[in-house]
């Protein structure tokens, strides 16, 4: 999961142009600059091919037919479009150090393009990935580098039957002392709400992969599950069998970690609307700005959150879904759709 697919933008088609490309402010050494996002075409996460996770649609629509030197092309064209900029984040909806997908070649330059430009990196990768002679090999290119690993959840079982992510938590927790002893920052997703869990059980989930993640973190980036197309989750919602988190649990989530002593980020996608972390509809926007706004100040005073009556609702789905064979998932949907 990624803060990038908030962007809705369309989808380059050709094979040497990027995915995506465009601005946004993100906080480095405590100042707000400007930060280019990349999205590019690779060949798809290696773990897609292997049945991918339940909620990541990023690979549905990838041919598998784009060639190394595409990659270099569709980069070049994104820093030409992008101008000057303090920090890209190169996203390739899979492993940047996954060498089936970005080869060696093409990698080295895009961080060599960093290194001449002293711009600060940010990419993704798998934890398989994380070893220490590859790092050697990147850091001897550019050392300026944030790495993103999508722990998602620190419970095994949650990551084996609820996301199918294809590691565990020992993996992550390798990568991550990997990272460490070369100095390289580190930011880990974590999501809320995966499928099969009531919202308590996620709420609970989600604080306490927090909890873990912020023993190695330098970021946490809190991520609710949008219902994204083609996916399993998407099959489990419109069967009526999943509700994506309430904004409430978000606000929950971020009130009991912001004292974990690392910066926590929430920009959730497709917030307040049915495929995104949602609430009534009335208080959603509220709670968004109020969420955004702590994300790039950090400041808790930013949390208000505005009095609503369907806080009283998301207290008793909390208190009751449990007790609920069959679960409550998202009857507001169900009447709406037959109001109308
Ligand atoms: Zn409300």
New binding site residues.
């Given amino acids: 999961m990624r803060e990038e697919t908030k962007s809705g933008r369309t989808r380059k088609r050709g094979a040497d142009s990027p995915a995506a490309v465009w601005k946004e402010k993100e906080s480095l050494d405590g100042k707000v600059v400007d930060a280019g996002v990349i999205i590019l075409q690779t060949t798809g996460c290696s773990h897609f091919h292997r049945g991918g996770c339940s909620m990541c649609g990023y690979n549905i629509g990838s041919t598998g037919n784009s060639e190394p030197s595409d990659i270099s092309k569709q980069f070049t064209r994104a820093i030409e479009e992008l101008g000057h900029v303090d920090m890209l984040k190169v996203y390739t909806s899979g492993s940047f150090l996954d060498e089936r997908e970005v080869p060696i070649e093409q990698a080295d330059r895009i961080l060599r393009h960093c290194a001449d430009s002293h711009t600060r990196l940010l990419f993704e990768s798998r934890p398989e990935y994380v070893t220490q002679e590859t790092l050697e090999r990147v850091l001897g290119i550019h050392d300026g580098l944030e790495l993103a690993l999508g722990l998602e959840s620190a419970n095994d079982r949650v990551l084996k039957y609820s996301i199918n992510k294809g590691f565990t938590v020992k993996d992550y927790d390798d990568a991550v002392r990997v990272l460490r002893g070369n100095r390289v920052d580190i930011r880990t997703y974590v999501l809320l709400k995966p499928p099969f869990l009531t919202e308590a059980e996620a709420v609970a989930d989600a604080k306490a992969t927090v909890a873990h993640a912020a023993e190695g973190s330098k970021t946490i980036s809190l991520n609710p599950v949008n219902v994204q197309k083609g996916t399993f989750v998407e099959k489990l919602w419109r069967n009526w069998a999943y509700r994506t988190p309430w904004l409430w649990s978000v606000l929950d989530v971020i009130r009991a970690s912001k004292d974990c002593g690392k910066r926590i980020v929430c920009d959730p996608t497709g917030g307040g609307k049915e495929r995104g972390a949602h609430?009534?509809g009335?208080?959603d926007d509220v709670i968004l700005d109020s969420i955004r706004g702590y994300s790039q100040t950090q400041d808790a005073s930013r949390l208000g959150a505005p009095e609503?009556?369907?806080r009283e609702i998301w207290k008793s789905v909390v208190d009751l879904e449990g007790f609920v064979m069959g679960g409550t998932v998202d009857l507001q949907r169900f009447f709406r759709k037959q109001r109308a």
Avoid: E, F, G, S
Wanted: neutral net charge.
């Fill in positions: 609430n009534c009335k208080c609503c009556d369907c």
